[in-house]
């Protein structure tokens, strides 16, 4: 773990403070050095758990912007404080870490990063997920308020977190005490880009964002033979058939119509041979749902289908399934009342053409785990709109879609999405600790 503390005056790097209202030409006149820097993050990206490089360039900027920073904190985690009097704690945090995916958007500045990941094997990667537009935003909204101490009071926590995409960064630094060690916040605050809103826009959702997610795995036991004297096994493939149909009615028959849940079932893996039947099969399923109560019921589900569907085939005992859970994390809570106050102020400072209700999602994020500790603070992600307006038009048009998150053809409309970004979240801060 490494500590800096910052020797200069960050206004005398930028040429003094701003104030609230000339926020917009400030990050305007801010813009250049935001874009290097985001074409350089998009440029090296890293993969999760292997974030030196970028971890490093975090901690530089925050140092730069006048902030106290502690680096290699929670494997590559970094945390910023600036204390500016008496006030609330607001934390912003942005993930860092790329994906193994190879870019293929075309542009000058494409990703040609190669990793080696966990299993040796090396791979391409890239910021298929908007990291990049997140840390690039964290930087901008650092330098503002920095520049603009006048117009605040409190204390800011800046994190740059590791590991999003394997779910890792926030536990771990939250089990290195990152609220015991640091100003435990009163207020949690983040963004995620998404293809789905033009790009600038603010969208936020009130109640659960983003989902639960666990994966299952159900190993199926049987007894095999040949495929000409089915009657003399315990075919594990017709189970596993049986046990993905009675899967469905964890959704459709058992959560309430007012709740939402998904039981996917992704992979089936059995047998060698058109005439051998096999004595094992393997399936492999996610499971995604917001409330607490609706994911314990499908996991607990799973597991009794699985079982009953074996005794109605006749298995006996030492032949049932065996199911096992991972991959857990759990689903992002906005604070309706820290949405509400922040929908407020936006609509106000950015304009309702830009500000408007996002969409919950069933994807998982783990700075749900910020929220979720014995101090329940309220938390709130904010989603960014990142695709350009002239493709938003064909979108709502119903005449294409725009690639996703984590495709390998996902291009953030740079310009105002960063803009948007760091305006969003200046605003956002501004409004917990102005004076």
Request: with cysteine.
């Amino acid at each position: 773990m490494k500590k800096y503390l910052a020797g200069v005056a960050f206004a005398a790097l930028i040429g003094g403070c701003a104030s609230a209202a000339d926020l917009k030409s400030d990050i305007a006149a801010d813009y250049d050095y935001l874009e290097k820097l985001y074409i350089h993050l998009h440029q090296n990206p890293e993969l999760s758990l292997q974030e030196e490089k970028t971890s490093a360039r975090m901690a530089a900027e925050l140092q730069k912007a006048g902030f106290e920073v502690t680096s290699n904190f929670g494997g590559y985690g970094v945390v910023a404080v600036m204390k500016n009097g008496d006030g609330p704690t607001v934390l912003i945090r942005a993930d860092m870490d790329g994906l193994p995916v190879p870019e293929q958007t075309g542009l000058e500045y494409a990703s040609k990063a190669t990793a080696t990941d966990e299993g040796g094997e090396t791979v391409p990667v890239m910021h298929a997920c908007g990291h990049d537009v997140h840390m690039t935003s964290f930087i901008g909204a650092a330098r503002r308020l920095a520049a603009m101490k006048a117009d605040w009071s409190g204390t800011l926590v800046m994190v740059a977190q590791p590991a999003e995409e394997q779910v890792k960064g926030a536990a771990a630094m939250l089990k290195e005490g990152l609220f015991s060690k640091f100003p435990k916040p009163d207020y949690n605050l983040a963004l995620h880009v998404t293809p789905d809103m033009k790009a600038g826009d603010i969208g936020m959702v009130s109640g659960y964002a983003l989902a639960n997610v666990d994966s299952a795995d159900i190993e199926i036991h049987g007894i095999g033979g040949h495929g000409a004297y089915p009657h003399t096994t315990k075919d594990p493939v017709v189970l596993g058939a049986y046990i993905v149909t009675a899967l469905q009615t964890l959704v459709a028959r058992e959560t309430s119509p007012f709740e939402s849940g998904v039981v996917t079932v992704g992979s089936i893996h059995a047998g060698t041979k058109h005439n051998i039947i096999s004595n094992k099969a393997h399936l492999q399923i996610t499971i995604r749902s917001y409330s607490d109560e609706v994911r314990a019921n499908l996991k607990a589900g799973i597991e009794r289908i699985a079982r009953g569907q074996a005794i109605a085939f006749g298995l006996p005992e030492e032949l049932m399934p065996e199911v096992t859970f991972s991959e857990g994390m759990t689903s992002t809570y906005n604070d309706p009342g820290l949405t509400e106050r922040i929908y407020k102020a936006l609509d106000e400072k950015l304009g309702d053409e830009r500000v408007y209700d996002g969409t919950p999602v069933m994807a998982a994020e783990d700075f749900s785990l910020f929220g979720r500790t014995e101090d329940k603070i309220p938390s709130l992600m904010l989603w960014l709109g990142a695709t350009d307006a002239a493709t938003m038009e064909k979108v709502e048009a119903g005449e294409m879609r725009a690639p996703g998150l984590h495709s390998p053809f996902f291009k953030p409309d740079r310009e105002p999405t960063i803009k948007g970004g760091v305006e969003g979240m200046t605003q956002a801060a501004l409004e917990l600790l102005g004076k």
